[in-house]
């Protein structure tokens, strides 16, 4: 892994916990509770919303390398 990468990595999960630790002293300000089924549905959301993010990041490199998105017949751009 090139030194580049691993900075790259080192300042998202940073920016991640400093995300959370953010929202937790917010929730805390202002008193909001959640029982433990909030917490499952909270962090169910936010796997599937990576999920999701994550395949169709995904779905839109792979057609672009397989070369799903060039054109069959160029010859339909002269208009």
């Given at each position: 892994?090139?030194?580049?990468?691993?900075?790259?990595?080192?300042?998202?999960?940073?920016?991640?916990?400093?995300?959370?630790w953010g929202v937790a002293l917010l929730w805390i300000e202002t008193g909001v509770t959640m029982t433990m089924h909030g917490w499952i549905a909270y962090a169910l959301?936010?796997?599937?919303?990576?999920?999701l993010s994550i395949g169709l990041f995904w779905l839109l490199f792979h057609s672009a390398r397989e070369g799903h998105d060039d054109l069959d017949r160029p010859e339909e751009l002269d208009g």
């Amino acid at each position: 892994m090139s030194r580049t990468t691993l900075i790259a990595i080192f300042a998202g999960v940073t920016a991640l916990l400093l995300a959370g630790w953010g929202v937790a002293l917010l929730w805390i300000e202002t008193g909001v509770t959640m029982t433990m089924h909030g917490w499952i549905a909270y962090a169910l959301g936010g796997i599937a919303s990576l999920a999701l993010s994550i395949g169709l990041f995904w779905l839109l490199f792979h057609s672009a390398r397989e070369g799903h998105d060039d054109l069959d017949r160029p010859e339909e751009l002269d208009g």
